[in-house]
């Protein structure tokens, strides 16, 4: 991964960083129109958009939705993209 980026940017091989922790939080937002799911996944998404907007894919009460989320949204479909560094040393 790195070496593909070097190779587009030559320029910066010589301005190498080691960083030790890099946590970064990415945000996009994706927009799917006419898709079908199941009634269980609808119910899912009604539930957490009327509580708290969020989808807690480590909740066992959020399966269904978070494997049809999973399956059906790539980060190369999102908009706004936006990262925001966290922690950086």
Known sequence: MLQNYLNKNKQLKEKIMKVEN???????????????????????????????????????????????????IEEEDGMNLEYEIDVIS
């Open 22 to 72: 890099l946590a970064v939080t990415v945000k996009y937002e994706v927009i799917l129109n006419d898709v079908e799911m199941p009634q269980e996944v609808y119910d899912e998404l009604i539930e957490a958009n009327e509580d708290s907007n969020a989808i807690d894919p480590t909740d066992p009460e959020c399966s269904n939705s978070t494997a049809w989320l999973q399956d059906n």
